[in-house]
């Protein structure tokens, strides 16, 4: 008899009787298990962040493409290649004006002025032909005649030529 099992002898009401009651019961848990889990949970949130906010995840791209742009200007770029970037920001253009402006103010001759002025007029021609904005309270015509005559000047790089020749034709278009 030491070698039957125990369930001999019973029927099979009996088995499925003694199996159900059997499977009733579940592991017990103890409420300090329970406080243990919920603890283990909170410091695990407690160490991670804040989910990204979606409206912000869909406005980085552009936020950080002006950030980038504005930012062009101390990267050591040239004021060449600011210039002549059709995307350039206008807030990036206004500076070159302005850099142009404390330029012209201090010179120490006509070579400097005309320079500085030329400088000027490119950051302007710059905002006209792309943007079709203007950097400066003149009229498109005197923008225009300011233009074409510097687009004339056998100095200026054929690159700076061909901006204020598009920009003088950009500001004849927009005359009344």
Not at 36 to 56: E, F, G, H, K, T
Not at 63 to 82: H, K, V
């Amino acid at each position: 008899m030491q070698n039957e099992p125990i369930w001999t002898g019973l029927t099979t009401d009996q088995l499925a009787r003694l199996w159900s009651i059997g499977s009733d019961c579940g592991p017990q848990h103890s409420a300090a298990d329970a406080d243990q889990a919920c603890r283990d949970l909170l410091l695990d949130r407690l160490v991670s962040s804040l989910p990204p906010d979606r409206a912000l995840i869909e406005l980085l791209p552009e936020i950080l493409s002006r950030l980038c742009r504005q930012l062009r200007p101390f990267a050591g770029e040239s004021l060449r290649t600011l210039l002549l970037d059709p995307g350039m920001d206008l807030a990036v253009l206004e500076r070159i004006k302005d850099h142009a402006k404390e330029l012209g103010s201090n010179a120490a001759g006509e070579v400097e002025r005309d320079v500085a002025l030329t400088l000027y007029f490119a950051a302007l021609a710059a905002a006209v032909l792309p943007h079709r904005t203007k950097l400066s309270q003149y009229s498109w015509s005197h923008l225009a005649q300011s233009f074409q005559a510097l687009s004339r000047r056998p100095w200026i790089p054929a690159d700076l030529l061909a901006l204020f020749a598009g920009a003088a034709d950009c500001c004849q278009e927009k005359q009344p």
